[in-house]
């Protein structure tokens, strides 16, 4: 199985970083407002993302992103998916 970190956004750029193991089902639950932060700040697309086989190293993973500033998750984002649209994001 395997696992997912994920940055997710709005259209105001509000940053939401979280692990999943089923990418494509956490991303119609965020399009949907399915969950409480997300739904409360309309997060609706995925913009970028980092496969795991482990859980424990995604976790990690999501804990030093979530320590980065805002710039940095930034330049992550901005290099995988430059325009911020949901879907197009690609695999580095």
């Avoid at 193991?21 to 991303?27: F, G």
């Avoid at 399009?31 to 980092?50: H, L, N, P, Q, W």
């Amino acid at each position: 199985m395997n696992y997912f970190v994920y940055i997710a956004t709005n259209r105001n750029r509000t940053l939401y970083t979280g692990v999943t193991n089923d990418l494509v089902r956490r991303q119609a639950e965020h399009a949907d407002g399915r969950s409480g932060f997300t739904a409360k700040y309309r997060i609706d697309r995925i913009v970028y993302f980092e496969d795991f086989e482990s859980i424990h190293d995604a976790i990690d993973r999501e804990k030093q992103i979530k320590g980065y500033r805002r710039s940095k998750k930034i330049a992550l984002i901005e290099a995988m998916t430059p325009t911020w649209k949901d879907g197009e994001a690609v695999v580095l």
